[in-house]
């Protein structure tokens, strides 16, 4: 294996040749690789997530707030904003000029549920979604913040809420997604974060890289970084297939929705697992890890004798 030089830090720069202008940086890192696997795996990796809220203001008012929010949420994080292009040397683009109301006329939608929010459906028909959005006229968006509302009224004259969020993997993860969600939601209560829209300085919040962003290359590149690099290139390479369970045949340029399920636990349930996890010295995680690989040898047996058994890291997700 040829010998691979650290990743670098790179900053935000100013491409005038650009018409409109634009700030540009290449994306590095974990954006780098969420970015790849998008485009090898036909957008698998694209976030939806959310969450449910009740409250007595109307959805009109809502929709309102909510607007509001989400433009001071490009200001504080205006790579939601950006767009990535060159699919060989993938880069982000803002184009700070761009047209603030129209980016929030696409990236901002309500959309009405009827008597329930019916989350599942929804989360489902937007992983069929693919990024990004466009307009026709140019304006485009890798980011969505969706308002869901519901006819039905409680009985203390409540209504049931939804807002989620769908974007790239390389701009939103679980952590960044709450915590955008939280930011939101904390503006549309009147209790948020004071923020003062100025779009000309909005590109100066634009985020460092993340080789930057976690202390810069490690000097540990040539030995511990190296190395990884060979493990994921063996496993790219190897020959014996992971255990895991069968696809039902389909055809393979035909889309089929995501599914999952969900169980719960009892309060006492949940109080004995985290003390037998505690006592083995492992997480809960680790014990659905272990729970999971069991299921799919009771579906799907070893045939003879081995020694070991692999599994794929999507198996057990």
Request: net charge negative.
């Amino acid at each position: 294996m040829s010998k691979c030089l650290p990743p670098t830090p790179t900053k935000w720069v100013l491409d005038a040749s650009c018409d409109p202008p634009v700030y540009t940086r290449p994306l590095v890192g974990s954006e780098l690789t969420m970015e790849r696997y998008w485009n090898a795996f036909d957008a698998d990796g694209e976030v939806c997530i959310g969450v449910d809220f009740t409250s007595s203001l109307s959805a009109e008012e809502l929709k309102c707030l909510a607007r509001q929010a989400l433009s001071k949420l490009r200001f504080v994080c205006p790579i939601v904003a950006c767009t990535i292009e060159d699919i060989a040397s993938p880069r982000w683009v803002y184009t700070p000029s761009a047209d603030r109301e129209a980016w929030l006329d696409l990236a901002f939608v309500v959309e009405e549920r009827g008597e329930s929010l019916n989350q599942s459906e929804f989360i489902q028909r937007i992983n069929l979604t693919r990024l990004p959005y466009t307009d026709g006229t140019g304006t485009s968006t890798l980011f969505r913040v969706y308002l869901l509302t519901t006819s039905k009224e409680s009985d203390n004259s409540n209504k049931e809420y939804g807002l989620y969020f769908h974007g790239t993997h390389a701009i939103i993860d679980a952590g960044p997604a709450i915590r955008g969600l939280n930011l939101m939601c904390e503006w549309m209560s009147g209790n948020g974060l004071d923020v003062v829209i100025m779009p000309s300085e909005e590109w100066q919040n634009l985020p460092v890289d993340p080789i930057a962003a976690t202390g810069g290359p490690s000097p540990e590149w040539e030995t511990y970084g190296s190395k990884l690099l060979e493990e994921f290139a063996e496993q790219d390479a190897r020959t014996t297939p992971f255990h895991t369970l069968a696809p039902p045949p389909r055809p393979p340029n035909k889309l089929e929705p995501p599914f999952h399920y969900a169980t719960s636990l009892s309060e006492s349930e949940t109080a004995t697992v985290i003390a037998q996890t505690k006592k083995l010295g492992v997480s809960v995680t680790t014990l659905f890890h272990a729970a999971h690989c069991l299921a799919q040898f009771k579906m799907h047996p070893v045939q003879g004798a081995t020694s070991e058994v692999d599994f794929s890291s999507i198996s057990t997700m």
